[in-house]
């Protein structure tokens, strides 16, 4: 098993900047991926940027690209992080932070959520 807490929310103007940061723990040596994923109100959740373990390969959704960044905190650290600059209202939503376990596709843990809300 593999735990995920979150931090970092909160609200913020439009154009502003909110780092959000997730800490993995339990079978840590069986991530092979971390990533961030957005729930708008009334949507599906979607990706927002990947990191393939131990953390050059990144990946971002094109809405974010050249805003957002997502870094391991150092090669010894399980906990990623989200940087998000210049935000826009449609980014607000509740973030989650997931792990995709070695020798499977999908990500299967699941971290609780944080609400993210950028005001016009």
């Known amino acids: 098993q593999i735990q995920l807490v979150e931090s970092g929310g909160g609200l913020v103007q439009a154009g502003g900047s909110l780092r959000l940061s997730c800490t993995a723990s339990g079978r840590t040596e069986f991530i092979s991926a971390m990533g961030w994923f957005r729930q708008a109100p009334g949507t599906e959740r979607g990706v927002v940027a990947t990191?393939?373990?131990?953390?050059?390969?990144?990946?971002y959704a094109d809405s974010v690209k050249g805003r957002f960044t997502i870094a391991r905190e150092n090669i010894r650290a399980n906990t990623v992080h989200l940087q998000m600059s210049n935000l826009k209202p449609e980014d607000t939503g509740v973030y989650y932070c997931?792990?995709?376990?070695?020798?499977?596709?999908?990500?299967?843990?699941w971290g609780q959520g944080t609400q993210v809300t950028v005001s016009a």
């Open positions: 997931a792990v995709r376990r070695v020798g499977v596709d999908d990500y299967q843990y």
């Open positions: 990191l393939l373990w131990p953390g050059r390969h990144k990946s």
